[in-house]
């Protein structure tokens, strides 16, 4: 991308605005898989959905069975919701996919608090899963589409850091009712869940549709509007015109080549190591083992010995958050795409290994306890921070514009299977009724962690600073993956001498009408 179309970020300030409303999708997200962590934990929600048990640490304790269900219903709806996302998106754009998302996120939290069985909480569980697989997909494109590509890593992190915002809001709001002894004590945190797909659909009223989404349905005019309300005043005249040819080229080549089963394109030639790579970057936030932390965080506390779960829960949140700025910050400055996940996967692998050591060493211990309190910090702090900010950006880039929204839903699909086995087979090693493995559990992420990280290694290119147009040009001439950096496109030469005539044209146009007045 040219240099001059670098600006700064207090200049696209109104299309950070917009794009961080849309971050807002993550936000709920985050709180949703939070409360549920949280509610495994709490007195109050076991009495209605768990059993007594006096030998544990509350007196309360839930079954393996009814933990699975609980999680998994939520991955469940999430793989059914990702069959809808791709026709939805085509024909409806991302805005109103938001507003979809949101309505059927409301029809899941109104099930889930009105339950008082299993049965219910499933079924409201994979409505919310439904909505997720919504909000995830489309608020995660409409950021791609729209950020310049300098910005990008900046405000796809931030989709990163508002899992974390969102799951620090529900252990505070938790952790405020946890005493409560009566079904209220899930209900208010789970009547929360309305307030962010509210904010998300209030905010989509104010932002234009996606460029790219606009153009691929041949409504070039609004695409054009949509790009110059985005850029506001950042760019001159000339750089918005070279921008909009170079995405519009882009766009007219993808349907060139083009089939008639748009889905399986997916598959085929370039885009096959595409949907490859996409797929590992998302599924890698499973095999980093962040799941487990997701799905039972605060239980997970509770039996590795820790003395106040829920405030855990909340100092290793903080911890993500400040792994995700400080990386936003090196993404910004120095980082790029390929080390920033190198980085990220290879430290939440060397600390899983150093959370195993210590409790096969000495399981149950309080050194084995205050190890796994500062391993699990860093770990959240790192991987968080690199990897896991770094997957949303690549996720989205890495695919084309003319299938992204297919792509981006099978990764999701995939990656929500991932976690439905993680969510199904975790309490069978950490519940003390089952296998009762605890912290040595993380043996098996740290292996997975080896695996993600090798496969970077070899697979995953450098994309940083890259128009999702030049990333095209990148893959459609099958550049090998150590020269992706340095490669040189020819789309923006093209758009630049486009738009330099255009303007020629224009110039003269004014000039000729300047003169018969003249003459007149």
């Known amino acids: 991308m040219s240099d001059t179309r670098q600006t700064p970020l207090r200049a696209n300030w109104k299309c950070f605005v917009m794009c961080f409303g849309m971050t807002m999708a993550n936000l709920q997200y985050g709180f949703d898989a939070g409360v549920i962590a949280n509610l495994q934990a709490m007195p109050g929600f076991l009495q209605v959905f768990g059993y007594r048990d006096p030998k544990l640490k509350i007196g309360w304790g839930i079954t393996t069975t009814n933990q699975q269900l609980i999680t998994s219903f939520l991955n469940i709806g999430t793989m059914i919701g990702v069959f809808f996302t791709a026709p939805f998106g085509r024909f409806f754009g991302r805005r109103v996919a938001i507003w979809a998302g949101s309505l059927i996120c409301f029809i899941g939290a109104s099930v889930q608090i009105a339950s008082t069985s299993i049965a219910g909480v499933c079924i409201g569980r994979?409505?919310?899963?439904?909505?997720?697989?919504?909000?995830?997909?489309?608020?995660?494109?409409?950021?791609?589409?729209?950020?310049?590509?300098?910005?990008?890593?900046?405000?796809?992190?931030?989709?990163?850091?508002?899992?974390?915002?969102?799951?620090?809001?529900?252990?505070?709001?938790?952790?405020?009712?946890?005493?409560?002894?009566?079904?209220?004590?899930?209900?208010?945190?789970?009547?929360?869940?309305?307030?962010?797909?509210?904010?998300?659909?209030?905010?989509?009223?104010?932002?234009?549709?996606?460029?790219?989404?606009?153009?691929?349905?041949?409504?070039?005019?609004?695409?054009?509007?949509?790009?110059?309300?985005?850029?506001?005043?950042?760019?001159?005249?000339?750089?918005?015109?070279?921008?909009?040819?170079?995405?519009?080229?882009?766009?007219?080549?993808?349907?060139?080549?083009?089939?008639?089963?748009?889905?399986?394109?997916?598959?085929?030639?370039?885009?096959?190591r595409r949907t490859i790579i996409c797929t590992a970057i998302v599924l890698s936030r499973a095999s980093s083992g962040l799941w487990l932390f997701i799905a039972y965080g605060t239980y997970f506390y509770q039996q590795a010995g820790i003395g106040d779960p829920f405030i855990m829960g909340i100092y290793v949140l903080i911890a993500a958050i400040g792994g995700t700025i400080i990386a936003i910050y090196c993404s910004y400055k120095w980082l790029g795409r390929r080390s920033m996940m190198l980085i990220g996967t290879g430290g939440a692998g060397i600390f899983m290994l150093g959370i195993a050591i210590a409790d096969t060493i000495a399981p149950g211990s309080e050194a084995s306890a205050k190890a796994f309190t500062g391993l699990s910090t860093c770990y959240q702090f790192v991987y968080s921070g690199f990897a896991g900010a770094m997957s949303w950006p690549i996720s989205a880039e890495v695919v084309s514009s003319r299938l992204r929204v297919y792509t981006l839903s099978l990764a999701t699909g995939i990656d929500y299977l991932a976690a439905w086995l993680v969510a199904f087979c975790s309490p069978y090693f950490i519940n003390p009724t089952a296998m009762g493995w605890g912290a040595r559990y993380c043996w098996i992420w740290a292996a997975s962690n080896l695996i993600t990280y090798i496969f970077f290694y070899f697979m995953l290119p450098e994309m940083k600073g890259r128009m999702l147009e030049e990333i095209d040009e990148l893959f459609e001439k099958k550049v090998p993956t150590r020269q992706f950096a340095t490669f040189v496109c020819t789309i923006h030469e093209q758009a630049h001498n486009l738009a330099m005539k255009k303007s020629s044209v224009d110039v003269a146009q004014v000039e000729g009408i300047d003169k018969r007045i003249n003459e007149g």
């Open 126 to 272: 994979a409505f919310v899963g439904a909505s997720n697989a919504f909000f995830i997909t489309f608020a995660n494109s409409y950021i791609a589409e729209s950020t310049p590509p300098h910005l990008r890593p900046v405000v796809s992190s931030i989709f990163g850091i508002m899992t974390g915002v969102g799951a620090i809001i529900s252990a505070v709001i938790c952790n405020g009712v946890k005493n409560i002894m009566n079904k209220h004590c899930y209900q208010i945190p789970l009547a929360c869940l309305f307030f962010f797909p509210t904010l998300i659909s209030v905010i989509s009223l104010f932002v234009p549709e996606s460029p790219r989404w606009l153009l691929l349905r041949n409504r070039s005019q609004e695409a054009e509007r949509s790009l110059a309300i985005l850029r506001d005043n950042s760019l001159s005249p000339q750089l918005l015109e070279e921008e909009f040819i170079e995405i519009s080229r882009g766009i007219e080549e993808e349907k060139a080549m083009a089939s008639n089963s748009q889905f399986l394109d997916i598959f085929r030639g370039t885009d096959r």
